[in-house]
C-alpha cells in the first residue's frame, strides 16, 4: 500500500493524460473523468477519516477503472502516457488485475 501511495502522483498524471487521448474511445474517456471527479469530491463510499480503509475504497475504483481501461484500449495507451518508471508502471498493472507486455 505504501508503494502505492509513492505512486499517487504518477498515477494522477496518467488519468488525465488518458483523458486527454482522443484517440481513446468516448467511453473510456467518459470512465476516466468519473473516476477524478469521484477521487477529488469530498463524498466518498467509506469516509477517508477512517484509518486505512478509508483510503481503500479508492484503490478499490480506481484499479478497477484501470482494468476496464485496460481490457477495453489494451496496454499501450497506459504505457505510452505512464510518467513514471517502468516498476512503478509493473506496480500498477499489478494492482489492476493485468500483467505488463513483454
Known sequence: MRDALRLLPDLLTLLRRLTADRTL???????????LIYL?????????FLPVI???????????VL????????????EHHWPGTPAGLT????????TRTE
Open 54 to 64: 478509508g483510503y481503500a475504497d479508492d484503490a478499490i475504483i480506481t484499479a478497477l
Open 25 to 35: 474511445p468516448r467511453g473510456i474517456r467518459v470512465r476516466l473523468v468519473l473516476l
Open 91 to 98: 506496480l500498477i498493472q499489478r494492482l489492476a488485475g493485468t
Open 67 to 78: 482494468r476496464s481501461v485496460i481490457r477495453k484500449a489494451g496496454n499501450g495507451p497506459l
Open 40 to 48: 477529488v469530491s469530498p463524498i466518498d463510499l467509506v469516509p477517508d
